[in-house]
């Protein structure tokens, strides 16, 4: 009886031929026939850190009665020294989600996954209270259960106007704990029964988490972390995935 939240969310591991980088988050979205990894943008490259990984690797499970059977995905970020991967922009400048098609060709015939698709998006102007609960599903620290190779849930809250793009960005603040290796997780919302076609994975995809923010002028002496995060609202998947 595994929550099959679970199942949308893989570790993602960044290279430099094989040179391990960094680890982070991603999920399985799906539209029509075509399967997509979605990320944030700067794990897939990161002008001002330096970061240019030419590949991903994911885990991905291959039998439905052993969860602690995995095996490895390579997915390469260039094909001719172009990149593979769309990001969009808006009027404030570029939207940190990426997403990256799969060849479901070269996936694991036995593969065990479950994917959110355009139906998980909330409507552009859904109301959505100040304080609701999300959870974020992710890998933080790349912390994880290494033995089912699955993800841990963390608790926050919508900590800014979900109606209103914060600083006029494209992105909402939630409220939470949150670590490196969580970029790019899917932040959620339970659905209400009146979403019937969400009952084999009920929940409402609001936005990919991204970054902690934090106070130039805190002093890190006195003062605490605020522990706030954005999160980038995910109907850019539509796009993204024309």
């Known amino acids: 009886m595994i929550d099959p939240l679970l199942l949308t969310t893989v570790l993602v591991r960044t290279l430099e031929q094989h040179r391990p980088l960094t680890s982070a988050s991603g999920f399985l979205f ?120 699955m993800p841990v849930v963390r608790h926050a809250v919508v900590a800014s106007s979900f109606a209103l793009r914060f600083q006029g960005q494209g992105y909402f603040l939630t409220d939470g704990r949150t670590h490196s290796g969580s970029s790019g997780a899917p932040v959620v919302m339970r659905a209400s029964s009146q979403h019937t076609e969400l009952k084999d994975l009920p929940w409402v995809l609001l936005g990919v988490h991204a970054a902690r923010l934090d106070m130039g002028t805190r002093d890190v002496n006195l003062d605490e972390a605020l522990g706030l995060n954005c999160a980038w609202y995910a109907d850019i998947l539509l796009t993204l995935t024309e």
Do not use: K
């Open 30 to 149: 799906e539209r029509d026939d075509r399967l997509y990894l979605v990320t944030s943008r700067h794990v897939l490259a990161d002008a001002p850190g330096g970061h240019f990984p030419d590949r991903l690797e994911i885990e991905v499970h291959v039998d439905r009665d052993n969860l602690a059977a995995c095996s490895g995905f390579s997915i390469p970020l260039y094909l001719n020294g172009a990149p593979v991967w769309r990001h969009g922009f808006d009027a404030a400048g570029g939207i940190d989600i990426a997403v990256v098609q799969l060849e479901r060709t070269a996936l694991p015939s036995t593969m065990v996954y479950r994917a959110f698709t355009p139906a998980h998006l909330s409507e552009p102007h859904a109301h959505v209270e100040v304080g609701s609960s999300l959870l974020v599903v992710g890998f933080p620290l790349g912390f994880h259960d290494t033995l089912h190779h």
